[in-house]
T-cell receptor
Framework: GDSVTQMEGPVTLSEEAFLTINCTYT??????LFWYVQYPGEGLQLLLK?????DKGSNKGFEATYRKETTSFHLEKGSVQVSDSAVYFC????????????FGKGTKLTVNP | DVKVTQSSRYLVKRTGEKVFLECVQD?????MFWYRQDPGLGLRLIYF???????EKGDIPEGYSVSREKKERFSLILESASTNQTSMYLC???????????????FGPGTRLTVL
């Protein structure tokens, strides 16, 4: 079935550093791809998504590009802030246009002042 | 804004008790989900409901059941709680529009359940 492999953490950065969290996927066809974020003590919320190949999703300074050649959807941010400290999850539908998502195991990011 | 609420943030129960976790969404969404979140394992789907009274097993349904009598409410039931069900439980909903690509899921804040 469709699956996602996400870079394991934890990741610790200083404020204003560059962030990359790797995500690669295995899928049939070209499903939508998602990044969710979980701030401390909260549920997950959508950070960004891309619905077709070569799309770039962006939000709050984060970006990810849907690359079918490398089956990747890496999350990047040019300058992280302390408030970006959270757990980040890559996700895709379990198959095709399914409503069910399969999530990566999550990458915990800590940003120090 | 979509709001998904869960009945408790923290819950402590004893082994063998019947446990009900309630989830309510206010956006008339078709789909609702129950996940559990464990360190090192990420999120795993327990059950999924795509309509009132309709349900589908997820990846780890054993030891759980669900109920969806009204569109806005989705309950997770632990028939006889066990210590290995100690976990964070997350509820989510999505619109489920016909013909649409996979929709964004909206999550509640989670219930941290401890079974002693």
């Amino acid at each position: 079935g469709d699956s996602v492999t996400q870079m394991e953490g934890p990741v610790t950065l200083s404020e204003e550093a560059f962030l990359t969290i790797n995500c690669t996927y295995t899928a049939t066809g070209y499903p939508s791809l998602f990044w969710y974020v979980q701030y401390p003590g909260e549920g997950l919320q959508l950070l960004l998504k891309a619905t077709k190949a070569d799309d770039k999703g962006s939000n709050k300074g984060f970006e990810a590009t849907y690359r079918k050649e490398t089956t990747s959807f890496h999350l990047e941010k040019g300058s992280v802030q302390v408030s970006d400290s959270a757990v980040y999850f890559c996700a895709l539908p379990t198959q095709g246009g399914s409503e069910k998502l399969v999530f990566g195991k999550g990458t915990k990011l800590t940003v120090n002042p | 804004d979509v709001k998904v609420t869960q009945s408790s943030r923290y819950l402590v129960k004893r082994t063998g008790e019947k446990v009900f976790l309630e989830c309510v969404q206010d956006m008339d969404h078709e789909n609702m989900f129950w996940y559990r979140q464990d360190p090192g394992l990420g999120l795993r789907l327990i059950y999924f409901s795509y309509d009132v009274k309709m349900k589908e097993k997820g990846d780890i349904p054993e030891g759980y059941s669900v109920s969806r009598e009204k569109k806005e409410r989705f309950s997770l039931i632990l028939e006889s709680a066990s210590t290995n069900q100690t976990s964070m439980y997350l509820c989510a909903s999505s619109a489920g529009l016909a013909g649409a690509r996979t929709d964004t899921q909206y999550f509640g804040p989670g219930t941290r359940l401890t079974v002693l």
